[in-house]
């Protein structure tokens, strides 16, 4: 019984599980080469039959495997193998048991810009890698909360191991925005759209913490019925708090302990910014929060060029509009945002078909 490999983009089954606590997390193992590969399709459906129960209902999608010779590449119905011929860093596979061996998140996240995924949908992808929500299928909401499945420190990390390899530069360029602790795609989508450089279509904001605890001092006890209190974007020096409130928050029970935390939070001397959904589908109004950050931060906003104006409405549509693409082969393996929203098209050229690391 030979060994598998699974590679991206059929990893992210095997990793969303994990994250959602649907699987149990893998022992790690120190296996830095791909050999002793399973040749053999039929076996290779068979063992790695478990991950279909995290498929979408209906979906079919094709098996990716690293094989570590040329001579193994081999065109199989429904399998796809990637040349992986050189040895890895210790960190890049997980044991699923069996002989099966599932990439890690950072290894994950580089074939990922290896295979072409777009910039902004790297960063997306980083911070879901790194935060505390993995997109699920069959969720109302299109996500689950979970398990973290890696650091944004781990993944820089990583990265240094590598040069000279396609996508190294693309993953270190959008490490630049991935923060530690998001708890939502919309709260990721905030995030980017805020810190992002105003070349990319940002406002350029200071990265924030994100799920950061902000704990009371014993004198302050008094003010507080929390013993602490969980930020969806914390920047520390200026006491500054930036929210995300999805529809879930219009509830009157939830409405009315949110005024009361916040309440609780300016006796604390912090400064409470809140986005909804009404001011992510406004470009002007999402203005206007950016522009209440920026004061806050005592940061100068710059008068945009009309390039830079038009580029950042555009990047704003493309990440909070509600319209599905419909042509993207992997729109349902990598969403930048789930199921129900637009997603960036990946552009998959035949080249890329093997990877060579």
């Known amino acids: 019984m030979g ?3 699974i590679a991206y983009p059929y990893a992210l089954l095997g990793l969303r599980a994990i994250g959602a606590r649907l699987m149990r997390r893998p022992a790690p193992c120190g296996i830095r080469r791909v050999s002793d590969v399973e040749t053999s399709a039929v076996e290779i459906r068979r063992r790695l039959s478990f991950l279909d129960d995290f498929k979408p209902e209906g979906e079919a999608y094709e098996i990716h495997i690293l094989v570590p010779r040329r001579k193994d590449l081999r065109h199989m ?3 796809k193998t990637h040349l992986c011929s050189r040895e890895l860093p210790a960190e890049s596979f997980w044991d699923l048991g069996d002989d099966i061996y599932l990439v890690t998140p950072e290894r994950c996240f580089l074939e990922a810009a290896m ?15 790194c935060g505390t929500y993995s997109l699920a299928y069959g969720n109302e909401d299109g996500f689950a909360n979970g398990t973290q499945l890696t650091y944004a420190s781990r993944l820089v990390a ?3 191991r590598y040069r000279h390899v396609r996508g190294i530069a693309k ?3 959008a490490m630049a925005c991935v923060v530690d602790g998001a708890d939502s795609p919309r709260e990721t989508a905030t995030c980017l759209a805020l810190t992002m450089s105003t070349f990319q279509g940002g406002y350029g904001i200071a990265r924030p913490f994100m799920g950061e605890p902000i704990v009371p001092k014993d004198s302050q006890r008094e003010l507080c019925s929390q013993s602490h209190y969980l930020a969806d974007m914390l920047w520390k ?7 995300y409130d999805g529809g879930h928050h219009d509830e009157p029970a939830r409405a009315a302990k949110d005024k009361r935390r916040r309440s609780e939070l300016a006796a604390l001397g912090y400064t409470v910014i809140v986005v909804n959904n009404d001011d992510v589908e406004s470009h002007s109004r999402f203005d206007q929060k950016a522009a209440q950050v920026s004061r806050c931060l005592r940061r100068r906003r710059r008068k945009p060029t009309p390039g830079h104006a038009m580029g950042r409405k555009m990047f704003q549509r493309s990440i909070f509009s509600t319209e599905v693409g419909p042509d993207d082969p992997l729109a349902t393996v990598l969403p930048l945002l789930p199921a129900g929203y637009r997603t960036y098209r990946e552009r998959i050229d035949g080249r890329w ?3 060579s690391v």
């Not at 020096?237 to 929210?243: D, F, G, M, T, Y």
């Open 3 to 5: 060994k598998i490999f």
């Open 77 to 79: 119905k429904g399998i």
């Open 115 to 129: 295979r072409g995924v777009e910039q902004e949908r790297l960063m997306a992808f980083g911070m879901e890698l």
């Open 158 to 160: 990583y990265l240094r």
């Open 171 to 173: 993953a270190r360029r």
């Open 237 to 243: 020096k200026p006491k500054l708090i930036v929210e």
């Open 353 to 355: 078909d093997v990877l």
